[in-house]
């Protein structure tokens, strides 16, 4: 299980998501399917900026609802502290690492 966090080109917005498939589901934000499309879609948010595995669903999902409480500025803390850049991360090509790249 995974969650994660979204954002826009111009950064404005942030999206906190929970899924089973991230893959999947990022391409269901790209084409804005399911009720967080319809979010993400109006927002043009669709740039992973953070993730974070859960063993269980209950986890991740308790997870989510404790960063969706979060203020704006303590989701910026968690991102860039995992991304210091907020460079869109690509699952595909993801060493596993934050980049520093801008």
């Known amino acids: 299980m995974y969650v994660y966090l979204l954002t826009n080109p ?3 917005v942030v999206y906190t998501g929970v899924t ?3 893959e999947r589901r990022l391409y269901e934000h790209g ?3 399911g009720k967080g ?14 993730f974070e595995a859960w063993p269980d669903a209950p986890q991740a999902i308790a ?8 203020s704006r500025a ?13 460079a869109p991360i690509d ?12």
């Open 10 to 12: 111009a950064r404005t």
């Open 20 to 22: 089973s498939d991230l």
């Open 31 to 33: 084409q804005g399917l």
């Open 37 to 50: 499309g319809k979010f993400t879609g109006r927002y043009q948010c669709n740039l992973l900026v953070y």
């Open 63 to 70: 997870r989510e609802k404790e960063i969706k409480g979060w």
């Open 74 to 86: 303590k989701k910026e803390r968690l991102t860039t502290s995992f991304n210091p850049t907020w």
């Open 91 to 102: 699952l595909q090509t993801w060493d596993g690492k934050a980049t520093t790249e801008n």
